[in-house]
């Protein structure tokens, strides 16, 4: 289960979208989600998904990666689809012969969110595959860049982040591992009441945070050993840098974002 | 500057100011390492070898006693990045020197610290790269590596700062017997290819005998600084400090003892195939 978590994982190939600076990259996705939420028709609707999956194609990411991105939020697609489709006030509809309504009008309604939910999802995982942790929060380093001057550490805030993404698989092994362990020793996670299962969670949680400080302590050594010293002077292996690639992204998204907005007012 | 690393009186001790008796961690040690030669340091846990490895890089400084590095004081403010570029180190857990979620990222770690310029970062990665034999694997994730190709990686990543020394604090211990020989064959080509200087503090004998010296701790102080050889003949001290010698010594140690006439100096199994076969 703890395997099919894949947000942040950079899938190592080149592409188009790999080769595009982080920057251009996130901004665009900003404005991708903003404009998923903006659509208000049809065929704005149609023009998100069309160029969703025209970003997805960019990415050289095999397609089954994004349904494994998809995998963990399945759950949540569904009951909001639900809920939506049972109690939205509307015309009632009774389908196969079931007594609860469900209404036209919910019906519409849970498919653009389940829509904008897999849009959303399916956009960031394409920023996610394709953008090595290091480069992406360079980019948000870079981008926040304006406020440094305003005192906020965005340098320790960009390898704060890039470490904690580093460390997210080796803890997940680690938990995995634990949890086997405490299971073996006949721990039960999995049944019993709420208040039995958080209980439960105890003798995994308290190895886990030892076990992150005791990581955290050796991290910081070899940190120094390798001469770290702060973002001062600090220079780049792949220096991020806006290409020509990157004009061409950046107008395309502008004319996707500005069409959503026309088909908003005219429609 | 005949020293790559010299210690003179090394004292140091974690807790100091308390009222009882300071207890010294490590206590009056006296080490010179040439540049080019291969040390291993050999000890029973908690003897104070990882504590003596981080005087090396200046991570800790001595509470009594000095230690040069390329000559210089490690005291010395002015040199401090100095010392810690010049002596790299590896440590036991790969996964917990590894900072970068990309291979060539990680090993691109140190020289962007020192702010080396990046197509200079993109020659010595590859280069590092190279050397250890993890090229093809430059772009993958860390995590998904074996531990003998992760700990590869966390060796580059200290080739990759160009230091003239690296020190390996038990870089085997988690791995398997394949990962180890990787990480050792690793460890001899730098000394023999780079002419790099190498201090290996290991639990393997098998690894200390390829050592040019090995140097014995306990209770942190030196006892034996000497070749191989003559550390390892000594079987009864190595014993009587709870330390093992490699098998095929303790083999031909019991054979003399049970009478039979075979050399005790043994140390590797050719060696000791060759014993054998004099003795058919
Ligand atoms: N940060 C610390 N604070 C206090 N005491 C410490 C600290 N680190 C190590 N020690 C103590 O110093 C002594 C020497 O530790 P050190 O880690 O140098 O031993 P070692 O020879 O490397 O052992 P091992 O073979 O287990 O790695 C031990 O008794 C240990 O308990
Ligand atoms: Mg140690």
């Known amino acids: 289960m703890l395997k099919d978590i894949t947000l942040g994982q950079y899938f190592p190939i080149d592409s188009p979208l790999h080769r595009m600076d982080p920057r251009t990259k996130i901004l665009s996705l900003i404005l991708l989600i903003v404009a998923i939420f903006l659509a208000n028709n049809p065929w704005a609707y149609v023009l998100a998904a069309a160029f969703t999956l025209l970003v997805v194609a960019l990415s050289k990411v095999p397609v089954s990666m994004y349904f494994r991105g998809l995998k963990p939020i399945w759950f949540v697609i569904i009951f909001t689809a639900l809920l939506n489709i049972f109690f939205t006030p509307g015309t009632k509809i009774y389908l196969f012969g079931y007594r609860t309504p469900m209404t036209w009008e919910g019906l519409i309604l849970a498919g653009k969110m389940a829509l904008r939910l897999v849009l959303l999802i399916i956009s960031s995982s394409a920023l996610t595959y394709t953008t090595s942790p290091i480069l992406l929060t360079d980019g948000i380093e870079k981008l926040l860049k304006p406020l440094a001057k305003l005192g906020l550490p965005t340098f320790e805030l960009a390898m704060m982040m890039s470490i904690a993404i580093r460390f997210i698989p080796t803890l997940i092994e680690e938990t995995d591992k634990i949890m086997k362990a405490q299971k073996a020793r006949g721990a039960d996670f999995e049944s019993g009441s709420v208040l039995h299962r958080v209980k439960a969670l105890a003798p995994m949680l308290v190895p886990l945070f030892i076990s992150a400080f005791r990581r955290a302590d050796e991290l910081a050594v070899a940190m120094e050993s390798r001469c770290y010293q702060g973002g001062e002077h600090r220079t780049r292996l792949n220096e991020i840098r806006f290409h020509l690639i990157d004009a061409f992204a950046g107008l395309l998204m502008l004319a996707f974002f500005a069409a959503v907005i026309i088909l908003r007012i005219i429609l | ?280």
């Open chain 2, 1 to 280: 500057m005949s020293n790559m690393i010299k210690t003179e009186h090394l004292r140091y001790a974690y807790q100091i100011g308390t009222q009882e008796k300071v207890k010294f961690v490590l206590d009056d040690i006296d080490l010179s390492i040439s540049p080019g030669e291969f040390v291993a340091v050999l000890g029973h846990n908690g003897c104070g070898k990882s504590t003596l490895a981080k005087h090396f890089n200046a991570l800790l400084l001595p509470a009594g006693g000095t230690v040069y590095v390329g000559g210089m004081d490690t005291k010395d403010e002015a040199h401090y990045w100095e010392f810690r570029k010049n002596v790299g180190m590896v440590f036991q857990n790969p996964d917990n020197q590894i900072v970068a979620t990309v291979v060539e990222e990680d090993v691109a770690f140190a020289p962007e610290n020192l702010g080396v310029p990046s197509d200079e970062i993109r020659k010595r990665v590859d280069e590092a790269l190279k050397t250890v034999d993890m090229y093809e694997l430059r772009r993958h994730a860390p995590h998904l590596l074996s531990g003998g190709q992760k700990q590869r990686v966390a060796i580059a990543g200290a080739i990759a700062m160009e230091p003239k020394c690296i020190v390996f604090d038990e870089p085997t211990a988690m791995l398997d017997p394949k990962g180890r020989k990787e990480v050792i064959d690793t460890i001899v080509k730098l000394k023999e290819e780079k002419h790099m200087t190498v201090v290996l503090i290991t639990h393997y004998m098998e690894e200390a005998v390829r050592a040019d010296r090995v140097v014995v701790m306990d209770k942190g102080k030196v006892l034996r600084n000497d070749v191989p050889r003559n550390v390892f003949s000594d079987v009864k001290f190595m014993k009587s400090l709870g330390l093992d010698v490699p098998q095929v010594t303790e083999l031909c140690y019991r054979l003399a003892k049970d009478g039979i006439n075979i050399r005790s100096d043994v140390m590797t199994v050719a060696e000791c195939v060759d014993e054998l076969i004099k003795l058919l």
